[in-house]
């Protein structure tokens, strides 16, 4: 029986979940390092609900790949959350337990509570061990009241009245920490939000464009996107034109092109 209890667990051990390394060093190659990634997401607790915002850019090394990404991603109707790190790993996440909390609803006839989604994102997470790049804001509104929780990637969380994540997280708190201040009005703690967002674009390389917001309360959620288009490209002034020869030209090589030959298969 022991020996049997014992191999039972040696199964359970190989199978526990997660990326597997072991290959790696066999291999000779190196190990996956991580990658830097820029976002600017934030959220506040107010008098009535919950504001998360969050800016559109989305880099690939020091390129823009994309001006107007979402990264205030759906998981119940009275839940939401902001996505910094990879794309893929923080909209594959945030579907997968969307799907979970769904199939709980139907299964419970209940609306579903953030900590439950809470408990799937941090279980997820923590598997991994930090290699499914989601850093996330999740914040929401049940029968309890509004609640806001800091996700970590290595699966470990916070609760606080604001949070903010991402490479513009800093220049985000700094307005935060300043202004910030129990039971906001509505409008109040959306321009703080705003603000927040603003101070990310414009401080940080890796977050840019403009302002999504989601207003959840106990009655509804407003997503609101774009709330402000923070980055916009300003018009030139004038066209200058340039007369041939403005610019001396040094040297000048011509290259001879080989002959090209058509040739013209019959196929049967």
């Known amino acids: 029986l022991k020996k049997l209890m014992m191999e039972s667990l040696d199964g359970q051990e190989a ?19 991580g990658k830097k990634t820029g976002t600017t997401i934030a959220g506040i607790v107010f008098k009535d609900g919950v504001v998360l915002g969050a800016d559109t850019r989305a880099t690939g090394g020091n390129i823009v790949a ?68 989601a850093a996330l804001v999740l914040g929401g509104v049940d029968f309890s009241g509004p609640h806001l929780y800091c996700v970590y990637p290595h699966g470990s969380s916070s609760v606080l009245p604001f949070v903010t994540m991402g490479s513009g997280s800093l220049a985000a708190m700094s307005v935060f920490e300043d202004r910030y201040r129990p039971d906001m009005e509505r409008e109040e703690a959306m321009e703080l939000v705003k603000d927040a967002i603003r101070a990310g ?62 040739e013209t298969v019959e196929t049967s």
């Open 66 to 133: 994309d001006k107007n990404c979402a990264k205030i991603h759906y998981m119940a109707p009275n839940i939401y959350c902001c996505g910094a790190g990879t794309a893929a790993d923080t909209e594959n996440v945030t579907d997968m337990v969307s799907s979970q909390l769904q199939l709980h609803r139907l299964s419970t006839g209940r609306q579903s509570r953030v900590v439950t989604s809470l408990r799937f994102l941090t279980q997820h997470l923590f598997r991994y061990q930090g290699h499914v790049s």
């Open 15 to 33: 199978h526990r979940g997660g990326f597997s390394f072991e290959n790696v060093q066999q291999a000779n190659v190196a190990f996956p390092k």
């Open 201 to 262: 674009i414009f401080n940080d390389l890796g977050s840019g464009s403009s302002v999504d917001l989601c207003v959840i309360t106990k009655d509804n959620t407003d997503y609101i996107r774009p709330y402000e288009v923070s980055s916009v490209r300003d018009q030139k002034e004038m066209e200058f034109s340039y007369q041939r020869g403005t610019t001396v030209v040094l040297s000048e090589k011509t290259a001879t092109l080989a002959d090209v030959i058509v």
